[in-house]
């Protein structure tokens, strides 16, 4: 049991250590348990004594290195609180059960509600799914939420609809607010209401119109508690910032690096150079320098911009506008590698054989001049003989070499075996005064992006191998070995697309080899999906399991220390452990160092990933809006209990079909084979079905479309699978049609 001052006990510490993958931070607990003083330092202090005990602190603790995560619950983990349904179930998500549902249940005096976060003690429910038994609310939904004022309710006065799916949707708004109206977004406090009564809110701040596109960023922003403005202290830090002069660095300004980035993007952390190695050693080879943008000379450990960068662990990218990690005055200026100005960099000169493969690396701490600022499409269109003013006179000397040593780092990718996914990214394109979206579409994906990615790829290795020989712990992006069960699922639906595929794969390139077994590019985008959602989630720790999708042993981010903390924590190693100029801005970090800052960026950057998941789902409301009752062609994405997810062929838009919108009186869910089944003959719908479809409604506040079905033509895998739930009943619980 938890002390006096709440600090949990030994052997609690040590059960949510088992419920979150081995890990315990200490400073995120006891802001969790809300532990300030005497009692965060007593937290620390046991955490510490678990950790230098071997305790904590390791992936396997709690269970065996090659046991799955899914062979039962944990014991204690974190929850989200996800939902309340209809039936008044409270549901929610722990990282301890990756991608499964858990059932709450609460114990005497415990009043968890969705958007909360909590302790449970986690246990096998009478169907073996896990059942969580709520014992701790920690610090949950925030006191402000950001919604659209509406017109009407029970009373006739405003509402709020809040735009976070986990928020309770009836708020009444206080009587006597003005300058606030119908179809505004505000951000309001939430006083506690009575029992059965809906929330009473107070209007803090008004951030714009619901139809107006840029305040679809500023709202999701507001929502996740994002920080947008700097202190004032911090800024004067950046914008008092001078240039680097060349001192004791390397001169690379006659070296004809360039930038190559997208048409609209504005900090420039990289830039790149190739030309054959003439070294009679490495026949073939190439010589490839990757200079990347030097941070550490103006943010060094401790200062205001060190303690900013780190709370917001990454820059954030919406489709109006970006977040960024750093102030302007550094992150589109000083830092920022632009063409013709001379830039502070910390480079890695790689020779490379003609098999891609790595031969030896060297960094140095340099100045160096970018020849050009160069976009995607430019570069593209000079490797295939279209190129304009800017890329022509820089094929020969440096387009074409880049292509070259591209070529053999992508024989060396294919050699070894990646997981290659065929998931084209959606982008909102504005009119030219950016006030309208004037369409939804997926963004091409051309060489020159992986010709970009390849370089980088190669420096992060280098890097990270540069700190592994040298025995210093650092902090490793690893992607780990997915979820057996996960496997289980996706070989399932692959045997009903008539497909065999090893149960067992252990290596990435099995599930390219899947993908591309498909012939159909829209069913190849949904099993890239299935793909995606099979794999573990990628992270930052000091424990090196490697990085499975890339199939590398060691790798850590290098490459963008403009927009990831993590990666001005590598070049902070760097600088100190071998001994680059200016050491001063070097930094040693302790293991524990490490795995405090690798839990805080990795939760940043879910949170930047969630961010703009939700931004992007309200643009797409948004532009949907004015087409509500259009019919669309798509294919269902993904079949759930409580209806199917429907990808629309143009823009790429996702939306839901509700289960009560569909013809049969009950259906069945068979979650193995990915199938709801009508039952009596009913239809039954599957992943990689073509579908016409209506929309019914584009809900704006929260991001979500509902369709309904005009037209179904089951997949062959629908209809192989239909025909397989027949002859063996091997579905799941039946679904009544309309109100549960």
């Given at each position: 049991m938890?002390?006096?001052?709440?600090?949990?006990?030994?052997?609690?510490?040590?059960?949510?250590?088992?419920g979150?993958?081995?890990?315990?931070?200490?400073?995120?607990?006891?802001?969790?348990?809300?532990?300030?003083?005497s009692?965060?330092?007593?937290?620390?202090?046991?955490?510490r004594?678990?950790?230098?005990?071997?305790?904590?602190g390791?992936?396997?603790v709690?269970?065996g290195?090659?046991?799955?995560?899914?062979?039962?619950?944990?014991g204690?983990?974190?929850?989200?609180?996800?939902?309340?349904d209809?039936?008044g179930?409270?549901?929610?998500?722990?990282?301890?059960?990756?991608?499964?549902?858990?059932?709450?249940?609460?114990?005497?005096?415990?009043?968890a509600?969705?958007?909360?976060?909590?302790?449970?003690?986690l246990?096998?429910?009478?169907?073996?799914a896990?059942?969580?038994?709520v014992?701790?609310?920690l610090k949950?939904?925030?006191?402000?939420?950001?919604?659209?004022?509406?017109?009407?309710?029970?009373?006739?006065g405003l509402?709020l609809?809040?735009?976070?799916?986990e928020?309770k949707?009836?708020?009444?708004?206080?009587k006597?607010?003005?300058?606030?109206?119908?179809g505004d977004?505000?951000?309001?406090?939430?006083?506690?209401s009575?029992?059965l009564?809906?929330?009473?809110?107070t209007?803090?701040?008004?951030l714009?119109?619901?139809?107006?596109?840029h305040v679809?960023?500023?709202?999701?922003?507001?929502?996740?508690?994002?920080?947008?403005?700097?202190?004032?202290?911090?800024?004067?830090e950046?914008?008092?910032a001078?240039?680097v002069?060349?001192?004791d660095?390397?001169?690379l300004?006659?070296?004809?690096?360039?930038?190559?980035?997208g048409?609209?993007?504005?900090?420039?952390?990289?830039?790149?150079?190739?030309?054959?190695?003439?070294?009679?050693s490495?026949?073939?080879?190439?010589?490839a320098?990757?200079?990347?943008a030097?941070?550490?000379?103006?943010?060094?450990p401790?200062?205001?911009?060190d303690?900013?960068?780190?709370?917001?662990?990454?820059?954030?990218?919406?489709?109006?506008?970006?977040?960024?990690m750093?102030?302007?005055?550094?992150?589109?200026?000083?830092c920022?590698?632009?063409p013709?100005?001379?830039?502070?960099?910390?480079?890695?000169?790689?020779?490379?054989?003609?098999d891609?493969?790595?031969?030896?690396?060297?960094?140095?701490?340099?100045?160096?001049?970018?020849r050009?600022?160069l976009?995607?499409?430019?570069v593209?269109?000079?490797?295939?003989?279209?190129?304009?003013?800017?890329?022509?006179?820089?094929?020969a000397?440096?387009?074409?070499?880049?292509?070259?040593?591209?070529?053999?780092?992508?024989?060396?990718?294919?050699k070894?075996?990646?997981?290659?996914?065929?998931?084209?990214?959606r982008?909102?394109?504005?009119?030219?005064?950016?006030r309208?979206?004037?369409?939804?579409?997926?963004?091409?994906?051309?060489?020159?992006?992986?010709?970009?990615?390849?370089?980088?790829i190669a420096a992060?290795?280098a890097a990270?191998?540069t700190?592994?020989?040298?025995?210093?712990?650092?902090?490793?992006?690893?992607?780990?070995k997915?979820?057996?069960?996960?496997?289980?699922?996706?070989?399932?639906?692959?045997?009903?697309l008539?497909?065999?595929?090893?149960?067992?794969?252990?290596?990435?390139?099995e599930?390219?080899?899947?993908?591309?077994?498909?012939?159909?590019?829209?069913?190849?985008?949904?099993?890239?999906?299935?793909?995606?959602?099979?794999?573990?989630?990628?992270?930052?720790?000091?424990?090196?399991?490697?990085?499975?999708?890339?199939?590398?042993?060691?790798?850590?981010?290098f490459?963008?220390?403009?927009?990831?903390?993590?990666?001005?924590?590598?070049?902070?190693?760097?600088?100190h452990?071998?001994g680059?100029?200016?050491?001063?801005?070097?930094?040693?970090?302790?293991?524990?160092?490490?795995?405090?800052?690798?839990?805080?960026?990795s939760?940043?950057?879910?949170?930047?990933?969630?961010?703009?998941?939700?931004?992007?789902?309200?643009?797409?409301?948004?532009?949907?809006?004015?087409?509500?009752?259009?019919?669309?062609?798509?294919?269902?994405?993904?079949?759930?209990?409580?209806?199917?997810?429907?990808?629309?062929?143009?823009?790429?838009a996702?939306?839901?079909?509700?289960?009560?919108t569909?013809?049969?009186?009950?259906?069945?869910?068979?979650?193995?084979?990915?199938?709801l089944?009508?039952?009596?003959?009913?239809?039954?719908?599957?992943?990689?079905?073509?579908?016409?479809?209506?929309l019914m409604?584009a809900?704006?506040?929260?991001?979500?479309?509902?369709?309904?079905?005009?037209?179904?033509?089951?997949?062959?895998?629908?209809?192989?699978?239909?025909?397989?739930?027949?002859?063996?009943?091997?579905?799941?619980?039946?679904?009544?049609r309309?109100?549960?």
């Amino acid at each position: 049991m938890p002390d006096g001052r709440g600090v949990p006990s030994r052997a609690e510490l040590i059960e949510m250590a088992k419920g979150n993958g081995g890990r315990l931070a200490s400073g995120e607990l006891a802001r969790q348990l809300g532990l300030k003083g005497s009692a965060k330092a007593a937290l620390k202090a046991e955490v510490r004594a678990l950790k230098r005990e071997g305790i904590v602190g390791k992936r396997n603790v709690g269970r065996g290195r090659g046991k799955p995560r899914g062979d039962g619950p944990p014991g204690v983990a974190f929850v989200e609180v996800t939902e309340l349904d209809a039936d008044g179930d409270l549901w929610g998500e722990s990282p301890a059960l990756e991608g499964v549902a858990i059932l709450l249940r609460q114990e005497r005096g415990q009043t968890a509600k969705p958007g909360d976060r909590a302790l449970v003690r986690l246990e096998p429910g009478d169907d073996g799914a896990p059942l969580g038994h709520v014992f701790k609310v920690l610090k949950g939904r925030p006191s402000a939420l950001v919604g659209i004022v509406e017109e009407g309710g029970r009373d006739g006065g405003l509402w709020l609809r809040p735009t976070a799916r986990e928020a309770k949707d009836e708020i009444r708004l206080a009587k006597g607010e003005v300058g606030v109206e119908p179809g505004d977004v505000v951000r309001v406090t939430v006083e506690r209401s009575r029992p059965l009564a809906a929330p009473l809110a107070t209007v803090v701040e008004r951030l714009g119109r619901a139809d107006d596109p840029h305040v679809i960023s500023l709202a999701v922003a507001t929502e996740l508690g994002l920080p947008m403005d700097f202190a004032p202290a911090t800024v004067a830090e950046a914008e008092a910032a001078v240039p680097v002069a060349l001192g004791d660095r390397l001169d690379l300004r006659a070296l004809p690096l360039v930038t190559i980035d997208g048409a609209d993007a504005r900090d420039f952390d990289d830039a790149v150079h190739a030309r054959a190695d003439d070294s009679p050693s490495n026949p073939g080879g190439f010589v490839a320098t990757v200079a990347i943008a030097d941070v550490a000379h103006y943010v060094t450990p401790g200062s205001g911009l060190d303690r900013e960068a780190r709370e917001r662990g990454n820059s954030v990218y919406f489709p109006d506008r970006v977040i960024p990690m750093l102030p302007e005055a550094l992150s589109n200026g000083l830092c920022s590698l632009r063409p013709d100005e001379d830039r502070a960099c910390l480079a890695c000169e790689m020779r490379i054989d003609r098999d891609g493969d790595l031969v030896n690396w060297r960094f140095a701490r340099a100045l160096m001049r970018s020849r050009a600022r160069l976009t995607y499409d430019e570069v593209e269109a000079a490797h295939e003989g279209r190129g304009g003013d800017e890329t022509l006179p820089l094929m020969a000397e440096v387009v074409a070499p880049l292509y070259a040593c591209f070529d053999a780092l992508l024989k060396a990718r294919r050699k070894r075996g990646t997981i290659e996914l065929d998931i084209p990214e959606r982008v909102v394109r504005f009119d030219d005064a950016r006030r309208e979206i004037v369409a939804i579409e997926p963004r091409p994906r051309l060489l020159s992006h992986m010709l970009i990615e390849e370089f980088m790829i190669a420096a992060n290795v280098a890097a990270a191998r540069t700190l592994a020989k040298k025995n210093v712990p650092l902090l490793y992006r690893v992607h780990d070995k997915p979820d057996p069960l996960k496997l289980e699922s996706l070989a399932d639906y692959a045997q009903e697309l008539g497909i065999s595929w090893n149960r067992g794969a252990k290596r990435p390139g099995e599930f390219s080899s899947l993908i591309a077994r498909i012939e159909d590019p829209a069913l190849r985008e949904q099993v890239s999906m299935m793909v995606l959602r099979s794999q573990a989630q990628a992270r930052y720790q000091p424990e090196n399991l490697g990085h499975f999708g890339l199939h590398l042993r060691d790798y850590a981010h290098f490459t963008s220390p403009i927009r990831r903390y993590a990666d001005l924590i590598l070049h902070r190693q760097l600088i100190h452990h071998l001994g680059l100029a200016e050491p001063e801005t070097g930094a040693f970090y302790a293991l524990e160092d490490l795995e405090t800052v690798g839990d805080e960026v990795s939760t940043t950057e879910r949170k930047a990933v969630d961010a703009e998941r939700r931004a992007l789902s309200r643009y797409v409301a948004l532009f949907m809006a004015e087409h509500v009752g259009a019919s669309f062609g798509g294919r269902v994405a993904s079949v759930q209990r409580f209806g199917l997810f429907v990808t629309l062929d143009d823009t790429g838009a996702e939306g839901l079909v509700p289960v009560s919108t569909l013809g049969s009186r009950y259906f069945a869910f068979d979650e193995r084979r990915h199938l709801l089944k009508g039952e009596y003959g009913g239809p039954a719908y599957g992943p990689g079905d073509r579908v016409q479809v209506v929309l019914m409604e584009a809900d704006q506040a929260k991001g979500m479309l509902l369709f309904r079905i005009e037209r179904h033509e089951p997949s062959p895998a629908t209809r192989r699978a239909a025909e397989a739930g027949h002859k063996d009943r091997r579905g799941g619980g039946r679904i009544r049609r309309g109100r549960r």
